[in-house]
Nanobody, 116 residues
């Protein structure tokens, strides 16, 4: 399983970023895909997910601002982040179960910094 994130960076409050995750090494269509983040000194927070059955999850902390999408033919997921706040500053990880219930794989992460 390989998950490679890209698209992080620095942005001012109120700005937008789009994260991408390229997935390989497993059957993408049968796998749950997620975004999680870890802010400095804090634990991992699950941000959004799209499961193999099409159901979705979005954290209350980002609802209305972040949108997750999934591109089957490209084996990729995206996280479009709007109205960014300083508290969104974190390392963002792409994650998947790789099609195996209970398994968890994560990419190396991409840093998102929101500050003026």
């Amino acid at each position: 399983v390989q998950l490679v994130e890209s698209g992080g960076g620095w942005v001012q409050p109120g700005g937008s970023l789009r994260l991408s995750c390229a997935a390989s090494g497993f059957t993408f269509s049968r796998s749950a895909m997620s975004w999680a983040r870890q802010a400095p000194g804090k634990g991992l927070e699950w941000v959004s997910a799209i499961y193999a059955d099409g159901s979705t999850y979005i954290a209350n902390s980002v609802k209305g601002r972040f949108t997750m999408s999934r591109d089957g033919p490209k084996n990729a997921i995206y996280l479009t982040m709007n109205s960014l706040r300083p508290e969104d500053t974190a390392v963002y990880y792409c994650a998947s179960d790789g099609g195996v219930q209970g398994a968890e794989y994560r990419g190396q992460g991409t840093q998102v910094t929101v500050s003026s």
